[in-house]
């Protein structure tokens, strides 16, 4: 081929050149959570986040930054470049495909997801919440940083219920979820058993139970259980209950929000402990 019929060399678009193809995919399915080096990675979207996480201990194993937040944010980002495995600055067209948000809030980052592990039956502890099925990520964040605040030691998950790490969940949590210990269990009735034979009271919340939450404040180990947001709670879970407890109220709509309910209802198992 003659050197003027020689097709024209395509330019290298350097926006591309910034991130291959593999890691923007990689980064943008960490929404769904994938692999790092053999163990589960989550998503961080957001400075308020990413250093929640910092500072609970959790290490990122990569950030990714726009230029004009490195420019604004000097200090951290110099930290980050020391602490996290990898950082890197990109365009403002490349960021958009790392993040789902609207608003791309100029920084993502990927971490390892916390391996909180379950306390022993036999290890003290005040509350424990469990949600056997809770698939709305709005109201389980909400959830997850209502028991932070109120100082619930472990919040159980059944198997099919929402991800704990899912971004919705995580920015709904305002970062709680990196210090809470939240754990999702295929085994929840047996672990329920198992707690119950070690001297845990436990209280299922239902719609028309045999007693008011006003009253459920006290001391010992504890285990509150609430149902889902359609379904209420299965027949096993409820006869594993100790009591069902219900929130009095007026009652002219159909339920509460069930981050509403559960605010009332932790809120009322934990009063006292912090008063004063």
């Known amino acids: 081929m003659s050197p003027k019929n020689k097709r024209p060399t395509k330019k290298s678009d350097p926006d591309k050149s910034e991130i291959s193809r593999f890691e923007k995919k990689q980064i943008r399915w960490g929404l ?9 990675g989550i998503l961080i979207e957001g400075i308020k986040l990413i250093e929640e996480a910092v500072a609970a201990g959790h290490p990122l194993e990569a950030v990714w930054v726009t230029e004009a937040f490195a420019s604004a944010n000097h200090e951290l980002v110099a930290h980050l470049e020391e602490s ?21 809030p ?4 990927v971490a390892e997801q916390p391996n909180f592990i379950f306390r022993n039956a036999a290890d ?13 990520p709005g109201n389980l964040g909400g959830i997850i940083r209502t028991a932070d605040y109120f100082g619930v030691d472990e ?10 790490y899912r971004p919705k969940v995580l920015r709904g949590s305002m970062g ?25 009271e436990i209280w299922a919340a239902a719609a028309h139970g045999d007693g008011s939450c006003v009253k459920i404040a006290g001391s010992g180990s504890r285990i509150l259980i609430l149902g889902s947001e359609a379904h209420g ?5 409820t006869e594993l209950a100790d009591k069902l407890i219900t929130i009095p109220g007026a009652k002219r709509g159909e339920s509460l929000n069930l981050s509403i309910a559960a605010g009332i209802l932790i809120h009322q198992a934990t009063s006292g402990r912090w008063e004063g």
């Open 32 to 40: 769904r959570q994938f692999k790092i080096a053999g163990s589960e």
């Open 84 to 104: 996290a495995q990898v950082l890197r600055r990109v365009s403002p067209r490349t960021f958009r495909e790392l993040t789902a948000l609207e608003t791309p």
């Open 106 to 109: 100029g920084i993502v980052a």
């Open 124 to 136: 003290p502890y005040s509350l424990i919440v469990v949600l056997p099925l809770i698939q709305d």
């Open 155 to 164: 919040l159980w998950l059944g198997p099919n219920s929402a991800d704990p």
């Open 176 to 200: 709680a979820t990196f210090r809470l210990p939240v754990i999702r269990t295929d085994n929840l009735l047996e672990r329920l058993r198992s707690f119950k034979a070690n001297g845990a």
């Open 233 to 237: 709670l299965e027949a096993e879970v």
